[in-house]
């Protein structure tokens, strides 16, 4: 293995400051960074190890209603926090569908949101790829493409973004909080990832040593409990990621959508907000045919970037389905098989 | 390594002879508490790491190496390439027989395949040599590879799987389809598959002048020792190989590749013990793999759903380099009885490793086509499944005419329909839904491997103490060989299992055959059995002979052994001890050897096969497309069950490869680039835990007095058979649509749902 600085350094600040330094990344669980670096996909200079910092492995509930996830939290405490699942059960039901029990202890709240897309292309070295050498080129394009992106891809990358927590986070206006060379600063989550355009290679809004420290939920979030679901078509039932999801949340007063939240994942280089699809059910009732309507919002513009046309239409369908679920309520428990099409099937005995 | 010993396990509950009980795993324990050593486990002292640098190409040439730059690279002890190697005494690409097959030795720059092994870094850490493997940074002359089933002209392999010949019929096949009521004439495609054992290959290597000492995982340790033997020029008694266990080999471990010669060569060139490791995507090349498969079934029957004729093509690939070619159509040869059969096959070469042998070679890829095949003619004749397999079920066996040594697949199709609730099955698809309303489906398949035999040889012995001793070169592949083979040992002994030793696992032993073909038990059983026999007889005659003993005169057939004693056969109040006969006698041990074999002339007159019907269920979502397995029953009928527990593990994990391989699991090949694109257990999706629905198996209570002594079938293999195609049936039943590219994708259904 190419030979690397390790840092673990004992602040917020000395960490913000030692990434700052070209070629330094941050080191949290390492779930996808050590497979990148062992594959030579990512080759650092300096590991800042963040492991260690004081204060952000903690879910708070703060005053005003809104629930902060430090950075560092495991994707598995996190989901299985009852007051968190509670409060947000489509999260816990997504972080419950990604990866496998083993990668769910490791993997962090901040990790999960800046890992690297599994586009095939992007993992072999000897391909082409924008996203891994800026102006080499995209193999993927005209490649083995089935899984790849439908939505806001760019005739110079077209892969996807592989979270499912990030999913019901978007769809909940989750905030990032941020710590920087200039200090602390907040953004929407929905801004946090860049669509490729002609710079696949900027992922993010983050700049070099900024740090996510927190994910925020803000206090509306709470509203859609008893009616958010999760909802993943993927090729096995665990260790697999999206086909295509769908994140939905619904506010139901008086037998009509007061608010609803829709997100689909596995459709673009970022956890996709269907503000459009949102649009159409504000103060309709929850009927087949409404979200049918929102399903064909949800997909405006949508278009195949190679052999995956039928992920447009698999992801009209995901959208229907994971509103009608949502319209029935979310389940007291989180089903043995989390966000699966197969959840409701009886004698399941996974987690 | 400490000598391994099993003999200090804990005793076993046992009524009745050893053979037939299910005891649980010898080397269980060990295993479950890592003490099992596997063979990347060793570390002799000075070990130093090789690492193995593959091409990224598909086809071309090697045209520079960097060889300074990893040289620099601290850690790193010498770089071997082409240009700087030992010498091989002889050239790798020679095929000295049939079962040698040509493997990348670092013999030429020419690449012919992506992943294929272009140098080797040897350094003092595992890190070390891999950057500098990262450092060699290849330069190449690239030429456009051949990728796929049409990447050229297509040729009649001279035979095909070991020795079939390409084509073979029985009956007028176009006779037949012209006179038929029904005919279907369906194309389907199976996709290339990998081993993915979950122990990469590895050896760890040690030269000691002219002498080899080697840690790796093999199914045939006499094949490997002789192939490492021609390769450097060393006789067979300098050489000795461990290999205790394989964490699955699936046919990848078989035969000897090009990366553990690599690990040899790299040890001798350094002059110190080498250890080598295949990463997880350098097992997608030189190791072997499943072909992938396009095959065109036509089929017609009668106006009563009697078939008339059966022709079943298959198109494969084999490398640029070599020939192995996927023997599919022969799948067709011996489960229905058509008056008309035809099976051939055609290839291209294409820039990929040589295909291999991958567990059920043939038989999984030609049954998963012919199974969906029948269920189609079955529905256009619109019969059920069952009924129309067992309207044309083969009395004898359809090409040759010859009787069956034992066939109880009738049981098999009765018992697995009954354990089902086959007989509420819709004949028409499409209507069954759960309580959630999710599509339900029930389809079925006939399994069918044949029964082989190879040549083992095995020495028993008795000792004084009244053990015994058995001593055969077996392989345990996480199969149960270090349990099964040792119930045959014991019982050949007339002892307790506890009360045997039994040694397997390293080439110093008598040569076990290949673990491969579904016949090891059989064949490794055979050589025990007759070793015990062997070793009584000689117990038995210092006995008879002797006027001292209770046993005298009753000649040595009119004895028996048992729990330890001889006693007479027609009087079991008479015998005594194997230590009272040794003691008597002043010897310390008797010993005796056996061989196990194929029977020429039963063989002639028989056709053998082990058989077995399975049944699954499966659920879609009428709307999302997704398809899982929500139920499978096995019925399977392979001739004497030695332990019960193993083989039932035998057929859940061969049922689970059926599945697998209709729903899962696909090696992905950029077809510009002859890369494959998931070379890694994230992305080459074979089923999780959560995938695996209850599965059930029965075993069918067979008596074959025609394939060994021991009436063993072997269970290998035959669970994948069958179980592939029921799944695919089952999605038709569900959904009515057909599915013929396996693995069924969602996007084949979504559409059409």
Known sequence: MKPFDYVRPATVAEAVAAAALPGAVFLAAGTNLLDLMKGGVSRPDRLVDVTHLDGLDQIERLPDGSVRIGALVSNADLAHDADFARSYPAVAEALLSGASAQLRNAATVGGNLLQRTRCAYFYDTASRCNKREAGSGCDARDGENRSHAVLGWSENCIATHPSDFGVPLIALDAVVEIEGRGGRREIALDELHRLPGDAPERESALEPGDLIVAVRLPPAARAFASHARYLKVRERTSYAFAIVSAAAAL????????????????????????RAAEDVLRNVAPTADAFQEAAWRALEGAKPSGDNAFKIELARRIVVRALLLAAAGTPARIPALPASPFAATSGAIHA | MPELNLTSAPAHLRHGSN???????????????????????????????????????????????????????????????????????????????????RMDALHSKEVRYANQPIAVVIAETLEAATEGAALLAPRYETLPPLVGLDAGESFVPPVVGVGNPAESHHGDVEAGLASAEKRIDATYETPPQYHNAMEPHAIVVQWDGDRLSVDMPTQGLMLSLA????????????????????????GSKGLMGGPPVLGIMAAKLVGRPIKLVLRREQMYGPVGHRAPTRQRLRIGADAEGRLTALDHHARTVSSTFDDFYEPAADASHTLYAAPAIRTSHDAVRVNTGTPLFMRAPGEATGSITLESAIDEMAWACGMDPLAFRLKNYAEVEPMTGRPFSSKALRACYEQGAARFGWAKRSLRPRQMRDDAGLLVGWGMGTATFPALMFQAEARAAIRRDGS???????????????????????????????????????????????????????????????????VIARLADLATNDERSPLFGAGNAGVIARDGRLIRRDDESRGESYSEILARAGVAEVEARGTGAPNPAAMEEYAMHAHGAVFAEVKVDPDLGQVRVTRMVGAFAAGRIVNPRMVQSQLFGGMIWGMSFALHEEAITDRRSGRIMNANLGEYHIPVNADVPPLDVITVEEHDPHVNALGIKGVGEIGITGSAGAVANAVWHATGVRVRRFPIQIEELLTQL
């Open chain 1, 251 to 274: 506010r139901i007063e008086n037998g009509k959508i007061a608010e609803a939240r829709l997100a689909l994942g596995g459709v673009a280089a970022k956890p996709w907000r269907a």
């Open chain 2, 19 to 101: 053979i037939g009980q299910p005891l649980t795993r010898r080397d269980g324990v060990l295993k479950v508490t890592g003490r099992a050593t596997y063979a990347a486990d060793n570390h002799p002292p000075g070990m130093l790491f090789a690492v193995i640098a593959v091409s990224s190409i598909a086809r071309g040439r090697v045209t520079s190496l960097d060889v300074a730059a990893a040289k620099r690279h601290p850690g790193v002890v010498d770089v071997m390439t082409p240009d700087h190697k030992p010498q091989l005494a002889i050239d790798p690409e020679i095929k000295t027989n049939p079962f040698v097959f």
């Open chain 2, 227 to 250: 192939r490492i033997a021609e390769l450097f020029g060393i006789a067979h008694d300098k050489i000795h190989i461990r290999s205790p266990f394989l964490g699955g080999g699936f």
């Open chain 2, 468 to 534: 015994g001793v058995m001593e055969i070169g077996a392989h345990d592949m996480g199969q149960g060989a270090w349990t099964a083979l040792a119930q045959i040992a014991a019982d050949g002994l007339g002892l307790d299992v506890d009360r045997v030793e039994f040694k397997a696992g390293t080439s110093d032993l008598p040569d076990a055959g290949i673990a491969g073909g579904s016949a090891h038990t059989a064949t490794a059983g055979a050589a025990i059995h007759s070793a015990g026999a062997a």
